[in-house]
C-alpha cells in the first residue's frame, strides 16, 4: 500500500511514535525518524536496517523551527520527496493550575501544538509539489473533549490539533494536501501482560489498546485512496469515550 512512499514520524523512537515507524516500514514506506532521544533514534534505525526495514533517524528537536526545516530538507535529500507526515511528538503534564510556570505553559505548547504546525507548513512546501499531493496525520487526544484534574496545558494543546487540524484541511486541500487527527485512548506503550482484567474489560472493545491501533488508524487517513477524508478527528479508544457513566 506504501510502497516507496516516504513518511516522516515525529516523536518516532519511542511509544506509539515508534509503533506508527514499524508499521510503515513493514509495509514498504521510506521512514525518516524524527526524535530529540538520540541515543533510542539511532538505536531503532540500527535494528531496522538490520532486519531489511528502510529507515533514517534524524535527531530532531520540534521546538526548534530551524531544526524542522532541517528534517525537511534532509529527507528531501536523502529520498526526493515527502509523502506523509505523522506530528506524533509530544509531552504530558501532570500538574496543578495553581503551580504551572508560564514557562512550563509555553514549553508543552510549544512541543505539542506549535511544533505540529511548522512541521505540517515546511512538509507541506514539498508536498504540494507532487502529483498526488499528500498527507498528514497529528495526534491529538480523547482529553482534547474530557479531562483528569492537573491537565490543563496538555488538554489546551490537544484541543488545539483539532482545531488546527480542520484549518490546515481548508488551507492546504487546494494542494491536494489531506490534514487529519486521530485521538487515542489509553494505549499501552509498555508491559501490556502487566495490564489488570479490569483495565480491559472497561473497554467496549474489551482490551486496552496498542500502538499498531494508532499506526492501523495512519494507514487509513494517508491512504492516497481516501483522499476524500480531511479535516476529521478520529477517535480510537476502544469505545472509551461513549460509555456514560454515573457516580453515587
Not at 525518516?32 to 528537536?61: H, R, S, Y
Not at 511528538?89 to 511544533?115: I, M, R
Not at 491536494?176 to 473497554?203: F, M
Not at 494507514?219 to 478527528?233: A, E, K, R
Request: one cysteine or more; a negative charge.
Amino acid at each position: 500500500m506504501f510502497k516507496d512512499s516516504v513518511v516522516i514520524v515525529t516523536g518516532g523512537a519511542q511509544g506509539i511514535g515508534k509503533g506508527i515507524v514499524l508499521a510503515y516500514a513493514q509495509n514498504s514506506a521510506n521512514v525518516v525518524i524524527a526524535d530529540i532521544n538520540d541515543d533510542l533514534g539511532q538505536q531503532l534505525e540500527k535494528d531496522m536496517l538490520a532486519q531489511g526495514l528502510p529507515a533514517l533517524f534524524v535527531k530532531t528537536d520540534v521546538t526548534k523551527e530551524q531544526d524542522i526545516v532541517y528534517l525537511m530538507q534532509h529527507t528531501v535529500e536523502q529520498f526526493g520527496t515527502i509523502n506523509i507526515l505523522i506530528n506524533n511528538a509530544g509531552k504530558f503534564q501532570h500538574k496543578s493550575p495553581y503551580d504551572v510556570t508560564c514557562e512550563e505553559w509555553n514549553y508543552l505548547l510549544q512541543t505539542n501544538l506549535t511544533s505540529a504546525f511548522f512541521c505540517a507548513r515546511e512538509a507541506a512546501k514539498v508536498m504540494r509539489n507532487n502529483t498526488r499531493g499528500g498527507a498528514i496525520v497529528s495526534l491529538a487526544s480523547t482529553r482534547a473533549e474530557m479531562s483528569e484534574p492537573y491537565t490543563e496545558a496538555y488538554a489546551a494543546t490537544k484541543g488545539g490539533i483539532v482545531a488546527l487540524t480542520h484549518a490546515l484541511a481548508r488551507s492546504l486541500g487546494p494542494d491536494r494536501i489531506t490534514v487529519n487527527c486521530i485521538s487515542p485512548g489509553w494505549i499501552e506503550t509498555g508491559d501490556y501482560k502487566a495490564l489488570r482484567p479490569i483495565d480491559h474489560t472497561q473497554h467496549l472493545s474489551g482490551r486496552v489498546g496498542v500502538p499498531e491501533d494508532i499506526a492501523q488508524a495512519c494507514f487509513y487517513l494517508t491512504n492516497p485512496n481516501n483522499n476524500f477524508v480531511t479535516g476529521i478527528n478520529l477517535t480510537v479508544d476502544g469505545g472509551m469515550t461513549k460509555k456514560m457513566i454515573y457516580e453515587d
